[in-house]
C-alpha cells in the first residue's frame, strides 16, 4: 500500500533538516536556508540573538518554509509550511540542536521554534497537491 | 583571480532552480522557481493570474536564493534582493517553460515573464558573505 500524503509529510518532517525560510524584513521579504528540527508538531531552528532573521521574527512572526530541498532544484515531494515563528526558551529542544550542530556551540544562540499554522505537500509533477491535516 | 562579479555571475549561469520569496501584505511566502539570466537580471515565466504575480504587483521586491545544492552543502551560492522591473508577454517564455513545464505552467490564463533586477547580491559559503550592489 502506498504511502498516504500524511505519512509523506510526517517522513520529510524528520527527515529534512534543510529547507528555505521566508520573513519580512520592513516590508521587504528575506529568507535563508536553515536547518530544522521537529519536535512535538513544531518546527525549531537555533539563530545568533543578533542575527537578522532573530530581528524580523520579533517584528512579524509570520513566516513560511519550504521544507525537503535536495540537490539542484527540489525533491520530488517538499512542504510548504506557514507558521508563526518566536524565539522560545526550551533548554532541552536548544541543546539537542547545539550537540547536532557544534558549531553553533560557540556563540550567542537562541532557540527559534516555528508553530505550523498551515501545511500543504506539494509535488514536483504539480499533481496530487493538497493541505494536510497533521492533528 | 575570480573577481566578485564573476564569481556571482558563475553561479547565476550554472543554478536554474531558486527560490522566491514575497510579500503578501505582511506575510511572507516562497516557493521554487526557475529563472533565466542577463547579466545580473533575472528572469522567470510563470502564469498571469498566480499568487506572486499579485504578490509582486503590491510589493515589486523579492528575495532569490540561487545556487545551493545538497551534494555540496559547501558550494558558494547567492542570497539576491531585487525588485521586480518588468512584466512581459514575450518569446523569452519559451526558452524557460521547456523546463520543469508541469509544474510551473498551467494550460489556462496567460505567461508572462517577470524581470528582477538585483539590488543587493550576497555571495554565501565562499568566506565571509561578500555583497555586491549593483
Known sequence: ?135 | METLKEKVLSIIKDHKIGTMATLNGRHPYVRYMTFTNEDFTLYATTTEDSQKVYDLNENPYTHILLGYTKEDMDAPYLEITAKLSEVKDDSLKLKITNFFKDVFTSEDGGMVTLQFDPITIKLMNDGEPQELKL
Open chain 1, 1 to 135: 500500500m502506498s504511502k498516504s500524503n500524511k505519512e509523506i509529510a510526517l517522513q520529510i518532517l524528520n527527515e529534512n533538516s534543510i529547507g528555505v525560510m521566508a520573513t519580512n524584513n520592513n516590508g521587504v521579504p528575506n529568507s535563508r536556508y536553515m536547518t530544522f528540527d521537529y519536535v512535538e508538531s513544531k518546527l525549531y531552528t537555533v539563530a545568533l540573538e543578533d542575527s537578522d532573521v532573530v530581528r524580523e521574527i520579533t517584528e512579524y512572526g509570520g513566516t513560511h518554509i519550504l521544507l525537503g530541498y535536495e540537490g539542484e532544484g527540489m525533491l520530488e515531494t517538499f512542504l510548504e509550511i506557514e507558521g508563526n515563528a518566536a524565539t522560545t526558551l526550551n533548554d532541552a529542544v536548544k541543546q539537542k540542536l547545539l550537540d547536532k550542530y557544534p558549531k553553533h556551540a560557540d556563540g550567542n544562540f537562541v532557540l527559534i521554534q516555528v508553530t505550523p499554522t498551515r501545511m500543504r505537500i506539494m509535488n514536483k509533477d504539480g499533481k496530487n497537491q493538497e493541505e494536510i491535516q497533521l492533528y
